[in-house]
């Protein structure tokens, strides 16, 4: 991996200055998130997205929070205790473990960049998505922006682009957000 985040830094991804440039409730309206959809949160850290959608996608919806570290699931599970409609997943580094065609929406937020093989990972994402789903990735422009990443860990739009496309996915719209952009595929 080329840089993964620390949890020791968990206080970093829910703070104000985060909320103004990139209000959760935004990229959740970004992505279309509706009652009854069953929605994965790659990279879900503290619940900065994933528990705010609990309530976007209701009684009848899921979210499944998926990270590779333990403690920051903990943290999740600290801040909502144990509702039925969310799932904590630990996963690895390489993949996601969940039936094809078993996710309506995956938001992936500042995770990419992480990850070694890419389109692989895409790939993977691709299989878990029902068809007509969608896939919103979240990343760091790739210029100087003061914070985040360095350059050489970037993904720039049209980088994603082209890995988003070897992994079946075609692009709907992107969105910027400060020192980010939001670009949404279809399956």
Sequence with gaps: MNKVFNPSNKHRLDNPERRKNMPPEKILGIIELKKGDVFLDVGAGTGYFSIPALDTVGENGRVIAADISDEMLTEIEKKTGDPHNLLLMETTPNEILLPSKSVDKILMSMVLHEINDQIMYLKNLNDILRDNGTITIVEWKKEETGKGPSIKHR????????????????????????????AVYKK
């Design 155 to 182: 993904i720039s739009k049209e980088e994603l682009d082209e890995l988003a496309i070897k992994a079946g996915f075609s692009r709907i719209n992107n969105h910027e957000f400060d020192a980010l952009y939001v």
